[in-house]
């Protein structure tokens, strides 16, 4: 096997060749990669465990409470109860809206008239009559089509909307069938959702949630004051229920339903007991006290460790916070004695494991690494990546193959080859390729697990080689990064695109050859890096890179050793590309357009372990 990753880089045809230094000065050493020294390379990743702090907060988040069947149609209540105000602004096709959708169905069936509730959409006009949404066309028309079910059937649309909420990704075109089942006024809805009525009530819809400066889907409402709490029935009625006067349908609600309610005694952890049951209270222990040192670089602007710091004092009422710099002593003994590359950085004491939030949500136990006396939460739980030390950073670049300061950014993807938002994410890099191909260099990259075989076998026996869609992904992968290797980087655009549409996860492994033909694709150069040795460091390569990198879903971006955290767009992708470098080139000057085919996909979206 040769010592270097030689041609895993950008290549050309030989019209466009660069001069060999150049072309060669990022190949990536995968001799050093197996000798990386244990204190720079991620352990074994703990599939447990949610990339960029999701995790520490979706632990509190209450579990969903099945409430059973309510009325359908709402039944109606006298003003002597009061009435509260709720407003949602949410996006026809988040999968986060859909939920809160379908759990304040029941709740605004039972509670009646006296709920004023106002269903908002997200969504951005773009010109007169254009809109602009972040799941695409078909999450504005999705809007569009509920806003006139809306308007023609105030008391049932919410019926239309939850069958529609069924299967998310079929929407706006569920919307007839769901309709007619729950018995709307199709023909008018109809009308309006193919007219200028709908487009004008989306246009004034939208301008609501922008009025609030509702991003995010969903945000909430409750008597214009932003809700904060559960998303399940039982969390909304409870919620509403306070703002009524003796309504007979908040009659037996539980006192609570998780442990999350129990804030009587603010300073002591609050536990509910028969949670969601008419037996529920709430009890109150002391907290375990359990010191937390938040090592922090103080000149660091982008380090801000407010945001885990609430979330740990939430999960952990004893937490006792000390914060250290990393320019001082104290820090620099903490940073040689754990060898820490990354700030900010939390270490807790072996307390830790007394706490009754450690105790009650093992779940969390895969975001912290256990180090002597005491633990550390993960990089990747935090979201940490500021290098502590040019030292650290030059040796970090150096592993993974980049150069800085010659302003040539690189970019590294790292995709699956049947990843629907891996395959998006590539179709959008290539228009910024086609654009840029001679300024930057361009890196295809793919996701590897280990011992991962819920999808099936992986691609050798000790299962060091698996994907997350199973063997036929795996081997898609592979014969992807041979067309890079011995081909370039323009082939290798061309035929994973091409896959992308043309062949599938169940028939990839014939399909592609066809492909191959009509690229005019040397098959037997593929299948002879498939097959042998080759196959197999490539493989090693990328699978080392993972763990370097914290690499566990598709996509996955890197521009200049920097992880990408925007928007999946052309756009989005050839603006942070164009921020990376020295002196950007005239092509920086005008930015691809957006467009409603090519609409951008959340930087979150995408493909990883569950």
């Given at each position: 096997m040769a010592k270097k990753r030689a041609k895993r880089k950008t290549k050309r045809k030989s019209s466009k060749q660069k001069d060999?230094?150049?072309?060669?000065?990022?190949?990536?050493?995968?001799?050093?990669?197996?000798?990386?020294?244990?204190?720079?390379?991620h352990k074994k990743i703990n599939w447990s465990y949610i990339i960029g702090g999701v995790l520490l907060i979706a632990v509190i988040i209450v579990i969903i409470a099945n409430l059973g069947e309510l009325p359908s149609v709402p039944t109606q209540y006298d003003e002597e109860y009061g009435s509260v105000k709720l407003d949602f602004y949410v996006m026809s096709q988040c999968p986060y809206g859909t939920q809160v959708e379908d759990a304040i169905a029941p709740v605004l069936a039972e509670l009646g008239d006296s709920i004023d509730f106002n269903l908002?959409?997200?969504?951005?006009?773009?010109?007169?009559?254009?809109?602009?949404?972040?799941?695409?066309?078909?999450?504005?028309?999705?809007?569009?089509?509920?806003?006139?079910?809306?308007?023609?059937?105030?008391?049932?649309?919410?019926?239309?909307?939850?069958?529609?909420?069924?299967?998310?990704?079929?929407?706006p075109?569920?919307?007839?069938?769901?309709?007619?089942?729950?018995?709307?006024?199709?023909?008018?809805?109809?009308t309006c959702y193919t007219g200028q009525e709908g487009i004008d009530l989306?246009?004034?819809?939208?301008?609501?949630?922008?009025?609030?400066?509702?991003?995010?889907?969903?945000?909430?409402?409750?008597?214009?004051?932003l809700y904060q709490g559960g998303r399940s029935s039982t969390d909304f009625k409870k919620a509403l229920c306070v703002n009524l006067d003796n309504h007979p349908g908040c009659e037996g609600l539980p006192a609570c339903t998780a442990d999350q309610e129990c804030v009587a005694e603010s300073d002591k952890v609050g536990i509910c007991e028969n949670a969601g049951t008419k037996e529920a209270s709430c009890?109150?222990?002391?907290?375990?006290?359990?010191?937390?040192?938040?090592?922090?670089?103080?000149?660091?602007?982008s380090c801000d460790a407010t945001q885990v710091q609430?979330?740990?004092?939430?999960?952990?009422?004893?937490?006792?916070?000390?914060?250290?710099?990393?320019?001082?002593?104290?820090?620099?003994?903490?940073?040689?004695?754990?060898?820490?590359?990354?700030?900010?950085?939390?270490?807790?004491?072996?307390?830790?494991?007394?706490?009754?939030?450690?105790?009650?949500?093992?779940?969390?136990?895969?975001?912290?690494?256990?180090i002597d006396g005491g633990y550390k939460l993960k990089d990747q739980a935090i979201g940490a990546s500021h290098f502590i030390d040019e030292?650290?950073?030059?040796?970090?670049?150096?592993?993974?193959?980049?150069?800085?300061?010659?302003?040539?950014?690189?970019?590294?993807?790292?995709?699956?080859?049947?990843?629907?938002?891996?395959?998006?994410?590539?179709?959008?890099?290539?228009e910024v390729y086609d654009v840029m191909k001679d300024d930057a260099d361009f890196i295809p990259h793919y996701v590897i697990y280990s011992d991962y075989t819920k999808a099936g076998p992986c691609f050798d026996e000790e299962n060091k080689y698996c994907s997350l869609h199973g063997?036929?992904?795996?081997?898609?992968?592979?014969?992807?990064?041979?067309?890079?290797?011995?081909?370039?980087?323009?082939?290798?655009?061309?035929?994973?695109?091409?896959m992308n549409s043309a062949c599938n996860q169940q028939n990839a492994d014939t399909c592609w050859e066809g492909v191959a033909d009509e690229l005019g694709l040397d098959k037997e150069v593929i299948n002879t890096c498939f097959n042998g040795e080759e196959g197999l460091a490539l493989l090693e390569a990328d699978r080392e890179l993972n763990q370097i990198l914290g690499v566990t879903g598709s996509p996955t971006l890197f521009f200049d050793g920097e992880r990408y955290t925007g928007q999946g767009s052309p756009t989005w992708y050839q603006a942070s590309l164009c921020n990376t470098f020295d002196d950007q080139p005239a092509v920086c000057d005008n930015l691809i357009a957006e467009t409603a085919s090519a609409p951008a996909t959340p930087g979150a979206a995408g493909c990883g372990p569950v």
């Amino acid at each position: 096997m040769a010592k270097k990753r030689a041609k895993r880089k950008t290549k050309r045809k030989s019209s466009k060749q660069k001069d060999k230094a150049k072309e060669t000065k990022k190949e990536i050493n995968i001799e050093k990669l197996m000798t990386t020294p244990k204190k720079l390379l991620h352990k074994k990743i703990n599939w447990s465990y949610i990339i960029g702090g999701v995790l520490l907060i979706a632990v509190i988040i209450v579990i969903i409470a099945n409430l059973g069947e309510l009325p359908s149609v709402p039944t109606q209540y006298d003003e002597e109860y009061g009435s509260v105000k709720l407003d949602f602004y949410v996006m026809s096709q988040c999968p986060y809206g859909t939920q809160v959708e379908d759990a304040i169905a029941p709740v605004l069936a039972e509670l009646g008239d006296s709920i004023d509730f106002n269903l908002n959409f997200i969504a951005t006009e773009t010109a007169p009559g254009e809109f602009r949404a972040l799941h695409g066309q078909p999450e504005v028309e999705g809007n569009i089509v509920q806003l006139c079910a809306a308007k023609y059937n105030p008391d049932t649309y919410m019926d239309m909307i939850v069958c529609m909420n069924e299967n998310a990704r079929s929407i706006p075109g569920n919307w007839k069938g769901c309709a007619e089942k729950n018995g709307l006024d199709v023909a008018n809805i109809e009308t309006c959702y193919t007219g200028q009525e709908g487009i004008d009530l989306h246009s004034e819809n939208i301008k609501l949630a922008q009025q609030v400066n509702a991003r995010g889907s969903p945000t909430i409402y409750v008597n214009d004051v932003l809700y904060q709490g559960g998303r399940s029935s039982t969390d909304f009625k409870k919620a509403l229920c306070v703002n009524l006067d003796n309504h007979p349908g908040c009659e037996g609600l539980p006192a609570c339903t998780a442990d999350q309610e129990c804030v009587a005694e603010s300073d002591k952890v609050g536990i509910c007991e028969n949670a969601g049951t008419k037996e529920a209270s709430c009890s109150y222990i002391e907290p375990v006290e359990v010191e937390v040192i938040i090592l922090n670089d103080m000149s660091c602007n982008s380090c801000d460790a407010t945001q885990v710091q609430a979330v740990t004092q939430q999960l952990f009422k004893g937490a006792v916070f000390e914060e250290i710099d990393v320019s001082s002593p104290e820090g620099k003994l903490l940073i040689e004695k754990h060898d820490l590359v990354y700030a900010p950085a939390f270490i807790f004491d072996e307390n830790l494991v007394e706490t009754y939030g450690w105790e009650k949500e093992p779940r969390m136990h895969g975001a912290f690494d256990q180090i002597d006396g005491g633990y550390k939460l993960k990089d990747q739980a935090i979201g940490a990546s500021h290098f502590i030390d040019e030292e650290k950073r030059d040796a970090y670049m150096d592993m993974i193959g980049v150069t800085l300061g010659d302003n040539r950014p690189q970019v590294d993807f790292y995709v699956m080859s049947y990843c629907p938002w891996g395959n998006k994410a590539e179709e959008a890099l290539k228009e910024v390729y086609d654009v840029m191909k001679d300024d930057a260099d361009f890196i295809p990259h793919y996701v590897i697990y280990s011992d991962y075989t819920k999808a099936g076998p992986c691609f050798d026996e000790e299962n060091k080689y698996c994907s997350l869609h199973g063997l036929v992904e795996l081997n898609q992968d592979l014969r992807e990064m041979c067309v890079y290797q011995h081909m370039g980087i323009d082939d290798w655009f061309d035929f994973a695109i091409e896959m992308n549409s043309a062949c599938n996860q169940q028939n990839a492994d014939t399909c592609w050859e066809g492909v191959a033909d009509e690229l005019g694709l040397d098959k037997e150069v593929i299948n002879t890096c498939f097959n042998g040795e080759e196959g197999l460091a490539l493989l090693e390569a990328d699978r080392e890179l993972n763990q370097i990198l914290g690499v566990t879903g598709s996509p996955t971006l890197f521009f200049d050793g920097e992880r990408y955290t925007g928007q999946g767009s052309p756009t989005w992708y050839q603006a942070s590309l164009c921020n990376t470098f020295d002196d950007q080139p005239a092509v920086c000057d005008n930015l691809i357009a957006e467009t409603a085919s090519a609409p951008a996909t959340p930087g979150a979206a995408g493909c990883g372990p569950v």
